[in-house]
């Protein structure tokens, strides 16, 4: 039998190999994450620029119960899965909150078989009833009442400017990672949806349609 130093020595030894066949394991599950992060942020063509704002550090969906229009509630992160093209408005949904709504189902539609890939999403920031004559257009949409001060903790627009006149990109792991100028119209949003297409080039090797759990 082995010496009690021995032993320990070779359990210590053993210990370590394990440490490092978990950390090589993670790395692995890792890599294809990093890889099309790496190629949208960094490896660039020359003179190439994101239209939209890049978040860092990026910001995790956080622990909120939001509400559907249903009255049930809902954990925000239960979104985390697919990429989510998010607005925050009012219930009443003034002329500039039916314009991104609109951009958000063209940009989402305009991106043919990736976009099973991403929801479009509207946060609602107040208990008002959402007029029914917008409800159909809804269909394909995500709507979730959310209470404003936890979206202010989460979401931050552009010096002077406010958080219903923007759009904001989720990546599936759950994280806001871009934020698209204030006030898109058909002539800017084109260039949001180039954003998107690369992304969905970008992460094509790890993130598939459909959520998972």
Known sequence: MPAPDQA?????????????????????????????????????PEGRRN????????????????????GQPVDLRQLKGQWLLVSVAGAACD???????????????????DRERIDWVWLVSDDEPVPAQLQPALATATVLRVPPADLARWLVPEPGHQLQEHLYLVDPLGHWMMRFPARLDKDTAPKAKRDLERLMRASSSWDKAGRVG
């Open 8 to 44: 320990l020595r070779q359990d210590a030894r053993r210990t370590r190999a394990g440490r490092w066949q978990m950390l090589a394991l993670a790395l692995v599950c890792a890599v294809p994450v990093l890889a099309s992060y790496f190629s949208y942020y960094v490896v660039r």
């Open 51 to 70: 239209f939209g704002t890049l978040i860092e550090p990026q910001r995790e969906l956080p622990a909120i119960t939001a509400t559907g229009l249903n």
């Open 95 to 113: 002329a500039g909150c039916q314009s991104n709504l609109y951009l958000q189902r063209q940009m989402r539609e305009g991106l043919g078989k």
